[in-house]
């Protein structure tokens, strides 16, 4: 994985074992060696891959990413030709990111004291860091969003119990970002532990031969980087093109309506920026409770999400039904991508089998029919214009079965929480990752 799962090359270096298929059977054919000696080698060596990642790169992620709208939004209504799917371009396997439309700066102050109001464009002040018994109070049994620091959240260490903390967790936001870095996506960052931050887990664990049960253990917390001094929080200074629009405050929730307008863009700023920054809008709002993120000059405090560019080539998708993940394999069997993931439900079920990858489409227009699913009154066929709020989002990677895909949501907050008809649905800025790695003729397999 990025920079979270071992590649194959840097686990099977540790263990001797070129080739391996997973993590779980190379150490279990490891011999003369203790399992817990090997394990603990390939979380240093890691460790030391992350660091150099970091040296190399401190901005932050700038992924685009969409707004959120309905609940139960159409899938298998897309856009392109007749079944469901445009043209196959001529795409080739993107592993590296693309250079990011800005550089948010990495500042050493903190955020504003959680009580006071700072004036539009006003910097972020310096916080004293928390004490380690605060640390501890403050993840025993959660806190209030608005009450978080960056020197909270930066400054927590591991300590066991995470799972049970009721409220937002300074240790299990910093998990969060992360796995997110670490490309075991959590979806949105909300601080709270929740089965798609389990799935995450899960992923890491298997990948590094630690026992799979999807909570957070010391072994997990250092091999995801933990105990490094890199910043997870940082400040952030709003520029005229965050706050340039179009917005559509008043975003209709009818089809009908929808297609009257130019473009399904971001409700305001608050929406645009907390999904460039992967967090969930509650968070994003709370955190930066009196601060305006439309003024240009604004300083905000955000995750930071970028990780290392990704270096494994997907060979191999698996849409995971049962556990509502979407997981991507290099031709080696090892793990590059993991995705939480909305796949079909009882009424419209996602495809069985495999297919392949037909095309690509970034920004699609969205052609609704009723044919597949009727969304309110709307019994025409109706074309709804691209755009973050669009039912699937900026991206949209066509299957071989007509008219599925995997695809973005302008909801990322509902990921595996409600339900899709028939297609993948993933947060907006995994869908938008995942498309840079594929190219048409990669299987998808779905598994239930």
Same mark, same amino acid.
């Given at each position: 994985?990025?920079?979270?799962?071992?590649?194959?090359?840097?686990?099977?270096?540790?263990?001797?074992?070129?080739?391996?298929?997973?993590?779980?059977?190379?150490?279990?054919?490891?011999?003369?060696? @203790?399992?817990?000696?090997?394990?603990?080698?390939? =979380?240093?060596?890691?460790?030391?891959?992350?660091? !150099? &990642? !970091?040296?190399?790169?401190?901005?932050?992620? !700038?992924?685009?990413?969409?707004?959120?709208?309905?609940?139960?939004?159409?899938?298998?209504?897309?856009?392109?030709?007749?079944?469901?799917?445009?043209?196959?371009?001529?795409?080739?396997?993107?592993?590296?990111?693309?250079?990011?439309?800005?550089?948010?700066?990495? @500042?050493?102050?903190?955020?504003?004291?959680?009580?006071?109001?700072?004036?539009?464009?006003?910097?972020?002040?310096? @916080?004293?860091?928390?004490?380690? &018994?605060?640390?501890?109070?403050?993840?025993?049994?959660?806190?209030?969003?608005?009450?978080?620091?960056?020197?909270?959240?930066?400054?927590?260490?591991?300590?066991?119990?995470?799972?049970?903390?009721?409220?937002?967790?300074?240790?299990?936001?910093?998990? %969060?970002?992360?796995?997110?870095?670490?490309?075991?996506?959590?979806?949105?960052?909300?601080?709270?532990?929740? +089965?798609?931050?389990?799935?995450? =887990?899960?992923?890491? %664990?298997?990948?590094?031969?630690?026992?799979?049960?999807?909570?957070?253990?010391?072994?997990?917390?250092? &091999?995801?980087?933990?105990?490094?001094?890199?910043? =997870?929080?940082?400040?952030?200074?709003?520029?005229?093109?965050?706050?340039?629009?179009?917005?559509?405050?008043?975003?209709?929730?009818?089809?009908?309506?929808?297609? +009257?307008?130019?473009?399904?863009?971001?409700?305001?700023?608050?929406?645009?920026?907390?999904?460039?920054?992967?967090?969930?809008?509650?968070?994003?709002?709370?955190?930066?409770?009196?601060?305006?993120?439309?003024?240009?000059?604004?300083?905000?405090?955000?995750?930071?999400?970028?990780?290392?560019?990704? +270096?494994?080539?997907?060979?191999?998708?698996?849409?995971?039904?049962?556990?509502?993940?979407?997981?991507?394999?290099?031709?080696?069997?090892?793990?590059?991508?993991?995705?939480? &993931?909305?796949?079909?439900?009882?009424?419209?079920?996602?495809?069985?089998?495999?297919?392949?990858?037909?095309?690509?489409?970034?920004?699609?227009?969205?052609?609704?029919?009723?044919?597949?699913?009727?969304?309110?009154?709307?019994?025409?066929?109706? !074309?709804?214009?691209?755009?973050?709020?669009?039912?699937?989002?900026?991206?949209?990677?066509?299957?071989?079965?007509?008219?599925?895909?995997?695809?973005?949501?302008?909801?990322?907050?509902?990921?595996?929480?409600?339900?899709?008809?028939?297609?993948?649905?993933?947060?907006?800025?995994?869908?938008?990752?995942?498309?840079?790695?594929?190219?048409?003729? =990669?299987?998808?397999?779905?598994?239930?």
């Amino acid at each position: 994985m990025r920079n979270g799962a071992l590649s194959a090359a840097l686990l099977a270096g540790v263990l001797g074992l070129a080739g391996a298929g997973t993590v779980g059977t190379g150490v279990a054919a490891a011999q003369d060696r @203790s399992v817990e000696d090997l394990v603990q080698k390939a =979380i240093a060596r890691h460790q030391r891959t992350i660091q !150099q &990642a !970091q040296v190399q790169d401190q901005a932050p992620s !700038q992924d685009r990413v969409p707004g959120q709208d309905d609940d139960q939004q159409g899938d298998n209504g897309w856009n392109g030709d007749q079944d469901g799917a445009p043209d196959a371009p001529d795409a080739q396997p993107d592993t590296e990111r693309p250079p990011p439309p800005y550089v948010p700066p990495v @500042s050493s102050q903190g955020p504003a004291d959680p009580n006071e109001t700072l004036e539009p464009g006003q910097p972020a002040q310096p @916080s004293a860091v928390p004490s380690p &018994a605060q640390q501890s109070a403050a993840d025993s049994v959660g806190m209030r969003a608005e009450n978080l620091t960056a020197e909270l959240v930066n400054s927590t260490q591991f300590h066991p119990g995470a799972e049970q903390v009721r409220g937002v967790s300074p240790l299990l936001l910093k998990t %969060q970002v992360l796995l997110d870095r670490a490309n075991a996506s959590p979806g949105v960052i909300d601080g709270r532990y929740g +089965k798609n931050v389990s799935k995450a =887990i899960s992923s890491y %664990q298997q990948e590094l031969g630690l026992p799979v049960d999807g909570k957070l253990s010391a072994d997990l917390w250092n &091999a995801i980087g933990g105990n490094l001094d890199h910043p =997870i929080l940082i400040d952030y200074t709003v520029t005229p093109e965050d706050v340039a629009g179009p917005f559509y405050p008043s975003l209709p929730h009818d089809y009908a309506e929808q297609a +009257k307008l130019p473009n399904l863009g971001y409700r305001d700023p608050w929406e645009e920026l907390a999904e460039r920054f992967h967090m969930d809008e509650k968070l994003f709002r709370e955190i930066n409770h009196g601060r305006d993120p439309s003024v240009p000059g604004t300083v905000l405090t955000v995750a930071d999400t970028k990780g290392p560019p990704i +270096k494994g080539v997907i060979a191999r998708i698996e849409a995971d039904k049962k556990h509502g993940q979407v997981r991507a394999y290099d031709d080696k069997g090892w793990l590059v991508v993991a995705y939480p &993931a909305t796949i079909g439900s009882s009424d419209t079920p996602s495809p069985s089998g495999e297919v392949t990858i037909r095309a690509v489409a970034q920004n699609p227009v969205y052609y609704y029919s009723p044919s597949n699913f009727v969304q309110g009154n709307n019994t025409k066929n109706l !074309q709804l214009p691209p755009g973050p709020n669009n039912p699937v989002g900026m991206v949209f990677i066509a299957l071989s079965k007509p008219t599925y895909g995997i695809h973005g949501t302008p909801e990322p907050s509902a990921i595996d929480k409600t339900f899709s008809h028939g297609c993948v649905r993933l947060t907006n800025w995994d869908a938008e990752e995942l498309s840079k790695l594929v190219h048409p003729g =990669i299987p998808v397999v779905f598994t239930e």
